[in-house]
């Protein structure tokens, strides 16, 4: 089926330092998503993204968060600079549709670790 | 605000067992509700979806039925098999969103043993 790739599968950075996640949605997906889960919790909705613009944004997308997707290449998270909470698994997801019953297809995931 | 709970966070079944994982949620608009299964290493998977009240929806041997009169979309499957071991996940997206954010539970672990 329709896969979704992120890169790198993990990365180790000092605190400060600018991170760069990196998502290859779904070939003819409109819609992105960064999601992120602490270790032990519950995975949680960062951003969506539409015809390059943020569409929503929750409170834990903060000033330091960007997304991005140039010319069609990849759906990109950037963190800049990093702090120790940002140390988490970050999810990204592509879709056909819009909302409602529209389904989500996720990457495996970006285990990003803040020293 | 909208809300996701599973109540199990482990789950230990023998093989050939009928499990049943739950699921509530909450939202004050119409519920789109998910079953997501995630095995060791991949990407989270699609498993089941409905939006409509009482109705079966059923994929791969699992099955679930969003009940609105008690916010419930448990997923339930008639006899577990090993590969059935993974982390499930219950998502919520409601009409509130006009892109589909998902809401999740914390997730269920299912180890199924021989």
């Known amino acids: 089926g329709p896969k979704v790739l992120q890169i790198p599968s993990h990365q180790i950075i000092d605190m400060g330092q600018m991170v760069t996640l990196n998502c290859d949605p779904v070939s003819n997906h409109l819609y992105f998503y960064w999601y992120k889960q602490i270790l032990g919790q519950q995975m949680e909705f960062l951003v969506n993204f539409y015809n390059g613009k943020v569409m929503e944004k929750s409170k834990l997308f903060k000033d330091q968060f960007s997304v991005e997707r140039p010319d069609g290449s990849y759906f990109t998270l950037k963190i800049q600079p990093t702090a120790l909470e940002d140390s988490a698994v970050y999810f990204c997801?592509?879709?056909?549709?819009?909302?409602?019953?529209?389904?989500?297809?996720f990457g495996p995931g970006t285990r990003l670790t803040v020293l | 605000g909208d809300s996701v709970t599973q109540t199990e966070g482990l789950v230990t079944l023998t093989k050939g067992l009928p499990v049943m994982l739950n699921c509530t949620y909450q939202t004050t608009y119409s519920p789109f509700l998910f079953w997501y299964v995630q095995h060791l290493n991949e990407a989270p998977k699609l498993l089941l979806k409905?939006?409509?009240?009482?109705k079966r929806t059923e994929h791969q041997g699992f099955y679930a039925t969003l009940h609105k009169s008690s916010s419930s979309f448990h997923l339930q499957k008639s006899s577990v098999q090993l590969s059935d071991s993974a982390l499930y996940f219950c998502?919520?997206?409601?009409?509130?969103?006009?892109?589909?954010?998902?809401?999740f539970g914390a997730g269920t672990q299912l180890i199924v043993i021989p």
């Open positions: 998502a919520l997206s409601a009409r509130g969103s006009a892109l589909g954010r998902l809401h």
């Open positions: 409905s939006s409509t009240d009482n």
């Open positions: 997801a592509s879709s056909l549709n819009p909302g409602g019953i529209a389904e989500q297809f």
